[in-house]
């Protein structure tokens, strides 16, 4: 019998907020390394459309490679299975700025949410759009699955990823050596730091996320977002790739779609069920949410989320 979701929440809530081993915030991008590592939100929205919010759920955050998400579905959007060209659907089992898999590889990123897969599918977005519009285009698309046109980028958070982004700046300019970035890698690059720097509240990243937990449909709008296959594939990838190389270790242990970001923030998926984001800045060796994952973790188990559960 599954517990109950307000008291489960509330609990998962209060030890979050009193753990005393938090991780370590991401100090190489100054502006992350600012964050108190004290915080912990949790947001879960169900199939109804109830939201179940705990602790710092409406406290904005930098979502950071959470991005990837929505970036690879507006990519997917304006150019189709092309984009499988670009970037594999394999788990890379390397940290997520690695270069060395790009080398072994004829410069063709494993998939789409480490951080060269999703340069190479941001140049698409990029050379679609003239400028910066790029960046504007995945902060429309975020704002309009959420519902909200408040949602922002974070512009200091922005500026500190590009003055220390340098190996991103690697990663791009070692694939426009192979080809697989076409457009100026200086484009390219501003689009995914502005792209990263997106800020939301778990609230506003469970409501965004609500289409992957039903078939790629938005519930409250009744709005088709992406066809049910793509929707399939989209949370596969999460599941298998969303969390670098612990991917296998979330799945083992939590058994739900999910998507990281550095920033501390996960955005999971429970299909048919719920769309769940949680935040706490302190990170684990592999860069994604320590307790966020642990809470993931006791939620899935309580609420009988896990997908491989009979």
Known sequence: MPADLAETLAAIAAEGLSATERGQVASYIPELAKVSPAHFG???????????????????????????????????????????ARVGREPSGSAFNSIVQLEAEGGRPRNPFINAGAIAVTDLIAAAHEDRAGSGAILR???????????????????SEAATGFRNAGLANFMKGFGVI??????????????????????????????????????????????????????????????YDASGEFAFQVGLPAKSGVGGGILAVAPGKASIAVWSPGLSPQGNSLLGTRALEQLSRAMGWNVFQP
């Open 141 to 159: 698309r975020v704002r309009a699955l959420a519902g909200d046109d408040s949602i922002n980028v974070d512009g200091a958070v922005a500026y």
């Open 42 to 84: 949790i947001a879960v929205i169900t199939a109804d459309g109830t939201e179940h919010v705990a602790g710092d759920a409406d406290l904005p955050f930098s979502i950071q490679s959470v991005s990837k998400v929505f970036a690879l579905v507006e990519a997917l959007d304006s150019h189709g299975d092309a984009v499988w």
């Open 182 to 243: 076409t457009g100026p890698v200086a484009s390219t690059l501003d689009v995914y730091f502005h792209q990263c720097a997106i800020a939301m509240s778990c609230r506003q990243l469970a409501r965004a996320g609500r289409f992957l937990a039903h078939a790629g449909r938005c519930p409250s709008s009744g709005k088709q977002i992406v066809s049910p296959e793509r929707a399939r594939r989209i949370n596969a990838l999460m599941l298998t790739c969303g969390h």
